[in-house]
């Protein structure tokens, strides 16, 4: 069993930055493939990024390609989402994800992840 619990949100203003963590508890991240999602008010949970553990291979939704940046700490068993630039419509409750079986015909959709965290706020002002 696979434990995340996600941190780091909080309220900043458009252009800032915010760094969220997802740690897991129960075993490693090794062989499985990680993601960061998020829902906004009155709106569907969506992909965000996939990042393959054992590959290294990650994937960005275009929205925030070139302004969040995945890595991962193997020693303290944690994939952190660094959050630049960020935007009014970046604001969502972000939760990270792990799944032992995903590709990238599937890495969008939430039933293929065995794992979530509770979520962490994110809210941009104008």
């Known amino acids: 069993q696979v434990q995340l619990v996600e941190s780091g949100g909080g309220l900043v203003q458009a252009g800032g930055s915010l760094r969220l963590s997802c740690a897991a508890s129960?075993?490693?991240?090794?062989?499985?493939?990680m993601g960061w999602f998020r829902q906004a008010p009155g709106k569907e949970r969506e992909f965000v990024v996939a990042?393959?553990?054992?590959?290294?291979?990650?994937v960005y939704a275009d929205s925030v390609k070139g302004r969040f940046t995945i890595s991962r700490d193997n020693a303290k068993n944690t994939v952190y989402l660094q959050m630049d630039s960020l935007k009014p419509e970046d604001t969502a409750v972000y939760y990270c994800?792990?799944?032992?079986?995903?590709?990238?015909?599937?890495?969008?959709?939430?039933?293929?992840?065995?794992?979530w965290g509770q979520g962490t706020q994110v809210t941009v002002s104008s």
């Open positions: 994800a792990a799944g032992r079986r995903i590709t990238i015909a599937t890495m969008r959709e939430l039933v293929e992840y065995d794992y």
């Open positions: 129960g075993r490693t991240f090794s062989g499985y493939t």
């Open positions: 990042y393959w553990w054992s590959s290294d291979s990650l």
